[in-house]
């Protein structure tokens, strides 16, 4: 099973500085229907500690750094963002923490679906059951 992947952005830029671009089902493999993002979180903060029944996510450190911990139960990844043209792309039924923020972190999420409370599995050993 693929927990996630990291992703690498194409990046121009000249003398005035850099511009990252990222398209839905081209960059990202999905259409992106929302968009938020985390800043503010202090480095022993833990976010997320949910996996997603319907919805994908790439997760882009656009300032700042961060860690994210994805695993199916068996298998765990720990990927870290430090690059502002890097995401990591996240599927369906994986959970998933974000920590380890520094001060100046801002944390992009493109989602594939709108929100949606239902579709979040927020009890881990609940997780491990459905899975």
């Known amino acids: 099973m693929e927990l996630c992947r990291l992703l690498e952005f194409n990046e121009k830029g000249d003398d005035r500085g850099k511009l990252v671009i990222v398209e839905g089902k081209k960059d990202v493999p999905f259409e992106i229907k929302r968009l938020f993002y985390i800043y503010g979180s202090d480095s022993d903060v833990v976010r997320g500690k949910h996996a997603n029944r319907d919805s994908e996510f790439v997760l882009i450190n656009v300032s700042g750094t961060s860690k994210v911990m994805v695993t199916d ?10 690059k502002p043209r890097q995401g990591v792309y996240l599927p369906k039924m994986v959970w998933k923490e974000m920590y380890d923020f520094s001060p100046d972190s801002v944390l992009l999420v493109l989602a594939s679906t709108h ?17």
């Open 73 to 82: 139960g068996n298998e765990k990844q720990i990927v870290e963002l430090t």
């Open 115 to 131: 929100y949606d409370c239902g579709e979040y599995i927020r009890d881990y050993d609940e997780y491990l059951k459905l899975k």
